[in-house]
């Protein structure tokens, strides 16, 4: 963050954290959240978009975590069998 204000873009940035300590859904919810208003900046508002998602592991043990609550049939490692068409949703 400090390197967008010293170059004077923090203006022109949404920023979504997410850290590995935080609520589950909290986890699964924020990349989901940041691709809804980039998709909205991006078609609506005609503007260039940018996002960057770093460390989905995070994601994916969240997604670990509440299909397990969920009581779904874990696949490979305990995560749930959609676990990579679900990243692909994420990726286009």
């Known amino acids: 963050i400090r390197s967008f204000e010293e170059s004077g873009v ?3 940035v949404a920023l979504f954290l997410s850290l590995a300590d935080d609520p589950s859904i909290e986890r699964l919810i924020t990349p989901r959240t940041a691709l809804t208003l980039a998709e909205h900046l991006a078609f609506n508002e005609d503007m260039h978009v940018l996002v960057i998602m770093t460390d989905m592991t995070n994601y994916c043990e969240s997604l670990r ?3 397990t609550i969920r ?3 874990p696949s490979r ?6 676990l990579y068409s679900d990243l692909a949703e994420h990726v286009l």
Request: glycine share 20%.
């Open 10 to 12: 923090l203006e022109n």
């Open 65 to 67: 975590e509440i299909s």
């Open 77 to 82: 490692k305990g995560y749930p069998g959609y």
């Open 71 to 73: 009581g779904e049939i």
